[in-house]
């Protein structure tokens, strides 16, 4: 069966400090990736999504950076954190092409607090 | 995409049936209607999808009527745990993967 990891589960950072947080799916190949945020009491936001290896598409100006270095790992980085970066970070996958299905497999996410 | 509406918060009782109402009058002819459940400090989970007509699981109905301009999440007998974020989302099929706009959704609030 497959499954996906987040990690760390919670992280407090201070503004401009850098960030890294890493998401691993299993039991899967070539899966599509994503990363989103969620603000507190808000929907969800797309970040980044990837199709492959070192392909990554970025969904809205800011200053995080999304990396795929291996087929089922996705990084999720900032060089200089701003306070605007708190929030629920979110990876998900789904089967490539996915056909018909429009179905994303949500990790258990990683709470950001920037101080 | 297409945008979608639907309430902001909806309460109910257990044992009750619930009817969540989403409307996207610009859903384009390929696109397909998910919906998703979510829990505080949790992603989203799938829940059911569907293009016309009727779609059943074991958890829910989605209801959609011809002209797709709405469609109706429906859930039988709920209970507290159905307390939950409920999304309605339009699918964007052109990019060949699924590139999901979630708005902020529908809160339920399940009472005893």
């Known amino acids: 069966s497959q499954t996906i990891h987040q990690w760390p589960a919670t992280l407090v950072q201070p503004v401009g400090s850098p960030l890294s947080l890493e998401c691993t799916v299993e039991g899967t190949s070539n899966p599509n990736l994503y990363w989103y945020r969620q603000a507190a009491g808000r929907g969800l936001q797309l970040l980044f999504y990837?199709?492959?290896?070192?392909?990554i598409s970025s969904e809205v100006p800011q200053n995080l950076s999304a990396s795929r270095p291996q087929d089922r790992q996705f990084i999720l980085s900032s060089k200089k954190l701003l306070l605007s970066d708190s929030g629920f970070y979110l990876c998900?996958?789904?089967?490539?092409?996915?056909?018909?299905?429009?179905?994303?497999?949500f990790g258990p996410g990683t709470r950001l607090t920037v101080t | 995409l297409a945008k979608t509406t639907q309430p902001i918060s909806m309460d109910s009782y257990e044992g009750q049936e619930v009817n969540i109402t989403c409307s996207h009058n610009n859903i384009a002819t390929n696109d397909y209607i998910t919906w998703y459940q979510q829990f505080p400090s949790q992603g989203p989970r799938f829940i059911i999808q569907?293009?016309?007509t009727k779609v059943t699981n074991e958890v829910a109905s989605l209801f959609i009527p011809a002209d797709r301009k709405s469609s109706t999440l429906s859930l039988p007998r709920v209970s507290l745990s159905d307390t939950a974020v409920y999304y309605c989302?339009?699918?964007?099929?052109?990019?060949?993967?699924?590139?999901?706009?979630f708005g902020t959704g529908t809160r339920l609030l399940v009472s005893p």
């Open positions: 569907g293009y016309k």
């Open positions: 998900a996958w789904s089967v490539t092409g996915g056909g018909n299905s429009y179905e994303q497999y």
């Open positions: 989302l339009v699918g964007e099929r052109n990019t060949g993967f699924q590139k999901l706009v």
């Open positions: 990837s199709v492959g290896i070192g392909q």
